[in-house]
């Protein structure tokens, strides 16, 4: 029965890309669909949904309930915004994102202007996830960087020191622009010039670390990496470890050959002199310029007292990073549609606690609704505001009083609301409450979110509530 009724959603997609139908809600496909299915219930629908899009039949956008019918547009709009960057006239691949209309212009016209909009949203969204883009938000101008599409020369920059050299196979640009991002998520290493297919860092250890792609094509590449005099052995261990470990992960192989330079006159030693003094047993010489001693100990070599590789330490700042970019991104397309997460119920006397959670679930790529941010409340007349139809829950607040927002006869109506739509309500105890009030009937005390305790994490608790997730994900 299972398997006929997912053949039947199938044949359904199929048919509405026939018809031309490019972009739809979840919300109307599940009304089509069970006009055709006598199995069809919204939660079945929402796992044949995700069948689905595994088998790539769809794309769930982030925002809007919208599904694209035809998840290969994603890429070719992705592409688009990627060749846009290339016409940035300052040559740094800017794309910004309050102007994602101009790139599509003359592409699938069909589409309404603000599904367009958020269709280059969420192929921005797949370029940041992808590692093809990094995201800046300078002076409230959010924005992409496409580093392969920096266009702007190299600025002049101090002879390096010390130098590495990588080749690799693999898409050459795709894996540069992988290199530059996770850098500079890293926290380690901090952005400081991009040109064309070269980019520089400030190290947190000290010194100026380089990359220069040199001789890139479609399926091979090589990199050049190079240091200032303040770049010491611990900045060069971190960067290059960092960088060839992730360079394992998105090339199909990699080769590096360490170089050294004399930090006396910047005189490259030959790779011939090095093998050669290597295979006596020797791990320095004398520069053959001006006799500085020049050390042929490869950074990447473990010495006794070094510290132990933070490469994996640096990918999950550079994951935690990207996560906060894309909540960032998603919060940009929910406030478009108006696609509201979470209603926040609670007395006035605790408003600036609230905001303060309100702002905590923005950071989260959570939209919520908060009566002081919306400048009214969300039941007029009895009527519940449209825009909070699709909510996944709502959190009533207990706060410092130790009294529940219930106890407002409007408020109260509002639950009730709430309640007979099956809308989740979470209660949520903030501090300073001392004593939790008896709760009405339609709160249960088993889901309440304490954030006077610590443990488990009352944020990510309430999260985990929020989008229906089980509570033992948070352990």
Same mark, same amino acid.
């Given at each position: 029965?299972?398997?006929? @009724?997912? *053949?039947q959603l199938?044949?359904?997609?199929?048919?509405?890309?026939?018809?031309?139908?490019?972009?739809?809600?979840?919300?109307?496909? #599940?009304? @089509? #669909?069970?006009?055709?299915?006598q199995?069809?219930? *919204?939660a079945?629908?929402?796992?044949?949904?995700?069948?689905?899009?595994?088998?790539?039949h769809? /794309?769930? +956008?982030?925002?809007?309930?919208?599904?694209?019918?035809?998840?290969?547009?994603?890429?070719?709009?992705?592409?688009?915004l990627v060749?846009?960057? @290339?016409?940035?006239?300052?040559?740094?691949g %800017?794309?910004?994102?309050r102007?994602?209309?101009?790139? +599509?212009?003359? #592409?699938?016209d069909?589409?309404?202007?603000?599904?367009?909009?958020?269709?280059?949203?969420?192929?921005?969204?797949?370029?940041?996830?992808?590692?093809r883009?990094?995201?800046?938000d300078?002076k409230?101008?959010? *924005?992409?960087?496409?580093?392969?599409? $920096?266009?702007?020369s190299?600025?002049?920059?101090?002879?390096?020191?010390?130098l590495?050299?990588?080749g690799?196979?693999?898409?050459?640009? /795709?894996?540069?622009?992988?290199?530059?991002?996770?850098?500079?998520?890293?926290?380690?290493?901090t952005?400081?010039?991009?040109? !064309?297919?070269?980019?520089?860092?400030d190290?947190?250890?000290?010194?100026?670390?380089?990359?220069?792609?040199?001789?890139?094509d479609?399926? =091979?590449?090589?990199?050049?990496?190079? #240091?200032?005099?303040?770049?010491?052995r611990?900045? !060069?261990?971190?960067?290059?470890?960092?960088?060839?470990?992730?360079?394992?992960?998105?090339?199909?192989?990699? /080769?590096r050959?360490?170089?050294f330079? %004399?930090?006396?006159?910047?005189?490259?030693?030959?790779?011939?002199?090095?093998?050669?003094?290597?295979? *006596?047993?020797?791990?320095?010489?004398? %520069?053959? $310029? %001006?006799?500085?001693?020049?050390?042929?100990?490869?950074?990447?070599?473990?010495?006794?007292?070094?510290?132990?590789?933070?490469?994996?330490?640096?990918?999950?700042?550079?994951?935690?990073?990207?996560?906060?970019?894309?909540?960032?991104?998603k919060?940009?397309?929910?406030r478009?549609?108006?696609?509201?997460?979470?209603? +926040? $119920?609670?007395?006035?006397?605790?408003?600036?606690?609230?905001?303060?959670?309100?702002e905590?679930?923005?950071?989260?790529?959570?939209?919520?609704?908060?009566?002081?941010w919306?400048?009214?409340?969300?039941?007029?007349?009895?009527?519940?505001?449209?825009?909070?139809? @699709?909510i996944?829950?709502?959190?009533?607040?207990?706060g410092?009083?130790?009294?529940?927002?219930?106890?407002?006869?409007?408020?109260?109506?509002?639950?009730?609301?709430?309640?007979?739509?099956?809308?989740?309500?979470?209660?949520?105890?903030?501090?300073?409450c001392?004593?939790?009030?008896?709760?009405?009937e339609f709160?249960?005390?088993e889901?309440?979110?304490?954030?006077?305790?610590?443990?488990?994490?009352?944020?990510?608790?309430l999260?985990?509530?929020?989008?229906? =997730?089980?509570?033992?994900?948070?352990?």
């Open positions: 029965m299972e398997a006929r @009724t997912f *053949r199938q044949s359904l997609l199929a048919a509405e890309v026939q018809r031309g139908r490019v972009i739809d809600t979840e919300a109307r496909l #599940f009304r @089509t #669909f069970a006009e055709h299915s199995q069809a219930d *919204r079945s629908f929402q796992r044949w949904l995700i069948a689905a899009e595994l088998q790539l769809l /794309r769930r +956008l982030d925002f809007g309930g919208l599904v694209l019918l035809r998840p290969d547009l994603l890429e070719q709009i992705a592409l688009r060749k846009s960057a @290339t016409q940035d006239p300052e040559g740094g %800017c794309l910004p994102l102007d994602l209309d101009r790139p +599509l212009e003359g #592409f699938l069909a589409i309404e202007p603000r599904h367009r909009n958020l269709l280059g949203l969420s192929s921005a969204l797949h370029l940041l996830r992808e590692d883009a990094l995201y800046l300078d409230g101008l959010p *924005r992409l960087i496409v580093p392969d599409r $920096v266009t702007r190299a600025p002049d920059a101090p002879d390096p020191v010390g590495s050299r990588v690799f196979e693999g898409p050459a640009l /795709r894996i540069f622009s992988a290199l530059v991002v996770r850098l500079s998520l890293s926290g380690v290493f952005l400081r010039s991009l040109w !064309r297919h070269g980019a520089s860092w190290a947190s250890t000290g010194g100026l670390c380089q990359i220069a792609l040199r001789g890139g479609l399926e =091979s590449g090589a990199l050049r990496l190079s #240091f200032d005099g303040a770049a010491g611990q900045t !060069r261990r971190y960067f290059e470890d960092a960088l060839m470990s992730h360079l394992h992960r998105v090339a199909r192989s990699a /080769r050959a360490c170089g330079v %004399c930090a006396g006159c910047q005189t490259p030693v030959a790779p011939l002199q090095v093998d050669r003094r290597l295979a *006596r047993g020797f791990d320095a010489l004398s %520069c053959c $310029v %001006c006799d500085t001693r020049v050390s042929l100990l490869d950074p990447l070599d473990p010495l006794p007292g070094d510290a132990p590789s933070i490469a994996s330490e640096l990918d999950r700042a550079a994951e935690g990073r990207k996560a906060r970019h894309i909540a960032a991104l919060l940009m397309g929910k478009q549609v108006g696609d509201y997460d979470v209603l +926040l $119920v609670h007395l006035p006397s605790d408003r600036p606690a609230v905001l303060k959670v309100g905590w679930l923005e950071e989260q790529g959570l939209l919520p609704w908060i009566d002081a919306q400048g009214r409340t969300p039941l007029q007349g009895g009527v519940l505001d449209p825009r909070l139809d @699709t996944k829950a709502a959190a009533v607040v207990i410092k009083d130790s009294s529940g927002p219930w106890e407002d006869p409007a408020t109260d109506e509002l639950l009730q609301i709430l309640h007979q739509r099956r809308i989740p309500l979470i209660p949520v105890a903030l501090p300073p001392e004593l939790l009030p008896y709760m009405p709160l249960d005390p889901d309440l979110v304490d954030f006077r305790l610590q443990s488990p994490d009352p944020m990510l608790a999260i985990a509530s929020v989008n229906g =997730s089980p509570s033992d994900t948070l352990t």
